[in-house]
């Protein structure tokens, strides 16, 4: 049988094609610039600047709360409690009194045993991403951060680096409550 070589420029003409599109998407792929373990953000709907620590180990984020109370609206499970945040930016405590559908219970594990904690959906910002996630509801007075975001999170905001703090600013340009 007669052998169907193609022409030497030929080949490397797809070589080429086949470098340049490699190349490409190499390029548009470019790696995220890692977030630090503290970063500032937004909480809506007040806006208030608080600390927000990127936390790896945790699977669920976490926002302060006070005051957590269950009730009934329109034959659904909601929670309304205090988020009273001391605004970073502006050196004041920002009270709020907030309303949130229940969106599912978490049972949380740790050295002083379980707890159980509502979950409701809360906006934030960080950097130029405007989040509505998850938040368990917890009284973080005695934390040095009164929001966590864990790895739910975080799987959308991009890579963190352990070793850097305040590497973006919050700046969302609109969010609605």
């Known amino acids: 049988m007669p052998s169907r070589r193609r022409p030497l420029s030929?080949?490397?003409?797809?070589?080429?094609?086949f470098a340049l599109a490699c190349q490409?998407?190499?390029l548009s792929a470019a790696p995220l610039t890692p977030l630090g373990w503290v970063e500032r953000g937004l909480v809506?709907?007040?806006?208030v600047m608080v600390k927000f620590k990127l936390d790896t180990g945790a699977l669920t984020s976490s926002l302060h709360a006070e005051?957590?109370?269950?009730?009934e609206k329109d034959g659904q499970k909601w929670v309304r409690f205090d988020m009273?945040?001391?605004?970073?930016?502006?050196g004041k405590l920002v009270k709020s009194r907030i309303e949130r559908k229940?969106?599912?219970?978490l049972t949380v594990r740790g050295a002083g045993g379980t707890e159980d904690r509502p979950v409701v959906r809360m906006k934030v910002c960080i950097g130029d991403q405007l989040l509505n996630e998850q938040f368990s509801l917890n009284d973080r007075d005695d934390m040095n951060y009164p929001v966590l975001l864990g790895r739910r999170t975080l799987e959308k905001l991009g890579?963190?680096?352990?070793?850097?703090t305040f590497t973006v600013e919050p700046n969302c340009a609109r969010a609605q409550d």
């Open 102 to 105: 229940l969106e599912r219970e």
């Open 44 to 47: 809506y709907p007040e806006q």
């Open 67 to 71: 005051d957590v109370e269950y009730f």
């Open 10 to 17: 030929q080949t490397l003409f797809f070589a080429a094609g």
């Open 24 to 26: 490409s998407t190499a």
């Open 84 to 90: 009273d945040l001391e605004d970073i930016e502006k």
């Open 159 to 164: 890579p963190v680096d352990s070793g850097k």
